[in-house]
């Protein structure tokens, strides 16, 4: 956890070095569609469905030249998923909703085309640190709702970090920006150690971003 701590702070103190170091800055937001990847869990694999979300962020480029560069971010990210399963012949609608920071630092190659466009893909670790959640089910009519418990003892929910690598690609017009990309939770949030249960994140995002700075 130490350490982990300490990545934070100086992936911090990255992102909001001085101005004048700093070539562009990308303010972004849009829509999230999370998943989970579950395994174990006594055989007992719910039907997991997307769930709408949506993120928010800032993101900082350090060029190295003129097609590469460093871009560490920070972004608020709703992430979590629904499912719906019928266990002994109830039926359990229910939905996670899990809200993190996310501080992913990206390698970013981009490509001049013609007219002032460019495409860009990017690759790079994030860590991921819970915030809030909330989980909402419907179990056999009866309403349940939830309050996400943050720890890694065995009465909590999800730990409260994780770490991952996300994927993206996208294209810029002056200086708007249009990204996809894909996380890929790669630590088991799952608080849970009976059965050799594990739940990792999985986040597709569509972006939509303002490019300003030198």
């Given at each position: ?8 702070l ?7 070095i ?11 937001a849009?829509?999230?569609?999370g ?9 007992i ?8 979300g ?9 060029p190295i ?8 971010a920070?972004v ?10 019928t266990l002994?012949g ?7 909703r899990l ?5 992913p630092?990206?390698?970013k ?5 013609e007219?002032d ?27 349940v ?11 909590d929910?999800?730990?409260r970090?994780e ?13 708007i920006?249009l990204?996809?990309?894909?996380d ?18 999985r986040?597709?995002?569509?972006s939509?971003?303002?490019r300003?700075?030198?």
């Amino acid at each position: 956890m130490k350490n982990k701590l300490t990545f934070l702070l100086l992936l911090t103190a990255t992102l909001f070095i001085s101005h004048s170091q700093a070539q562009t800055f990308t303010a972004k937001a849009g829509l999230n569609l999370g998943n989970v990847k579950e395994k174990g869990g006594g055989g007992i694999n719910p039907d997991y469905n997307m769930n709408p979300g949506f993120h928010v962020g800032m993101a900082v480029a350090f060029p190295i030249n003129t097609w590469l560069a460093v871009e560490p971010a920070l972004v608020f990210d709703q992430k979590g998923a629904k499912y719906k399963q019928t266990l002994l012949g109830t039926d359990i609608d229910a939905s996670i909703r899990l809200n993190y920071i996310d501080i992913p630092v990206n390698l970013k190659v981009s490509q001049k085309m013609e007219n002032d466009m460019r495409i860009f893909a990017t690759a790079g670790p994030y860590l991921g640190i819970g915030l809030s959640g909330k989980i909402k089910a419907d179990v056999g009519g009866q309403k349940v709702d939830e309050k996400v418990v943050w720890g890694s003892n065995d009465d909590d929910m999800y730990k409260r970090t994780e770490v991952g690598v996300t994927f993206g690609t996208g294209v810029e017009f002056n200086m708007i920006q249009l990204g996809l990309s894909y996380d890929l939770g790669l630590s088991n949030t799952s608080a849970v150690t009976e059965e050799d249960y594990s739940s990792k994140n999985r986040v597709l995002r569509f972006s939509v971003g303002y490019r300003f700075g030198n």
